[in-house]
């Protein structure tokens, strides 16, 4: 008797000592998203503080087995068995709740679209609720109903959204998990309608700078991997003279713009506020470079020099320009990177631009065999164009860095 008595005060111990612990296990829950292309959804909610993790698959389908090649074919498109692509949020409801994910999904997709998102079309890319309680199904309910009387007021259809509850997950092919992360090139679906809970009176962009001359623009997005690594990667050095700016798709007030504004980054080219070039997608440095290349310096002699291995002419009219300026540093003509200081020129008496150095850390140099000789090539750091060569023939034993005129700019010291 007096064993079972302990056995009893040890078990109402440990169910006490469990309760007092509340394992976080106890505060998780999850609900399975479909809105669009689930790549960009998956990065978006792993994004969010208290999202503990974020899995693309397929769910509400039927007839086939759930996998990518099957929902893409094309006897699919508009099957309306067909599996959505969808997100499993799995998250803490200690730090955030299943209504501020509702907002998050209904804020970064269009639910009036029915079977598509942008380009994107067919009933796989359906947008969808798939609950797995009757307290997440109202509380779906409650937000739909919230985010339908915002729509209204912005002059937006009806919500296509299907509310329903879940029966089977089925997680995607290991390729498809943080897609974004293992494809660094790329861009990402923006297909928000710009209607938000939290409805704030934005004020109307200033974009009257952009409507005069050449610009660069860049299509911007909030969880955007690719437009982040545009900005650390690409656009960070760039000092140009043709400015670049980022503004979102709702920011466009004033400018004739062309090219869909739904996949970030995209750099569209403007004269005069109108789009004369757009590229859609993530694009690196060197294709970056190019492109402002060819809108700067046309296809003439100094896109040759910069982008061909081009040479200038001997005493072309813009070596006559640069030989003789006041104290100041040559730039790079696209990037805007100091190259080379007047402190360092010399008269080589060649017909081309002369220094003894190059501004610390501008240039690098690359071997060059071309028409049979053997010489040393000089390319910008941070542009990567090719800027000339470098010979030990210069004063007092110095080097000599023979530059071509055409591919840089002067600015006088201040």
Request: charged share 25%; proline share 4%.
């Amino acid at each position: 008797m007096n064993y079972l008595i302990c056995f009893s005060l040890f078990l109402l111990s440990f169910t006490n000592s469990a309760q007092e612990r509340k394992p976080q296990t106890n505060h998780l829950d999850s609900i399975v998203l479909g809105s669009g292309c689930f790549w960009g959804a998956e990065k978006r909610y792993e994004a969010l503080n208290g999202v503990i993790d974020a899995v693309s698959g397929y769910a509400d389908g039927s007839g086939f087995k759930a996998t990518y090649r099957n929902i893409i074919k094309k006897s699919n498109k508009y099957n309306p068995n067909n599996y959505a692509e969808v997100v499993k949020v799995t998250f803490n409801r200690n730090e955030i709740s299943l209504e501020q994910i509702l907002q998050h999904f209904y804020e970064h997709h269009d639910p009036t679209q029915v079977n598509r998102q942008g380009n994107d079309v067919g009933t796989q890319y359906r947008s969808t609720i798939l609950y797995n309680s009757e307290q997440q199904k109202a509380t779906a309910i409650g937000v739909t109903k919230q985010f339908q009387t915002l729509l209204t007021n912005a002059s937006f259809g009806k919500i296509a959204t299907s509310i329903k509850p879940l029966e089977t997950f089925y997680a995607a092919e290991e390729y498809h998990q943080d897609y974004l992360a293992k494809n660094p090139n790329g861009y990402c679906p923006d297909l928000r309608t710009g209607v938000t809970f939290k409805q704030q009176k934005i004020a109307k962009r200033d974009n009257s700078a952009l409507l005069e001359g050449k610009q660069i623009l860049v299509i911007d997005a909030p969880f955007c991997p690719y437009c982040e690594k545009f900005k650390i990667e690409t656009a960070t050095g760039y000092a140009g003279s043709i400015p670049l700016t980022f503004r979102t798709a709702d920011q466009l007030h004033d400018l004739e713009i062309k090219t869909p504004t739904w996949a970030t980054p995209t750099i569209i080219l403007l004269e005069q506020g109108k789009e004369v070039f757009a590229r859609q997608g993530y694009v690196s440095r060197d294709e970056f470079y190019k492109i402002v290349g060819a809108f700067k310096l046309g296809k003439g002699e100094a896109f040759n020099v910069a982008f061909n291995k081009g040479t200038d002419n001997r005493y072309c009219k813009q070596y006559e320009i640069f030989k003789n300026t006041p104290d100041g540093v040559f730039i790079d003509k696209l990037s805007g990177a100091k190259l080379f200081d007047t402190r360092d020129r010399f008269n080589s008496n060649s017909g081309w631009l002369s220094f003894t150095k190059p501004v610390k850390g501008a240039v690098y140099e690359k071997p060059d065999h071309s028409f049979g000789m053997v010489r040393t090539e000089i390319r910008a750091v941070e542009s990567d164009i090719h800027l000339g060569h470098v010979f030990d023939d210069g004063p007092n034993g110095q080097l000599r860095y023979c530059i071509n005129a055409t591919v840089l700019e002067f600015v006088p010291r201040s």
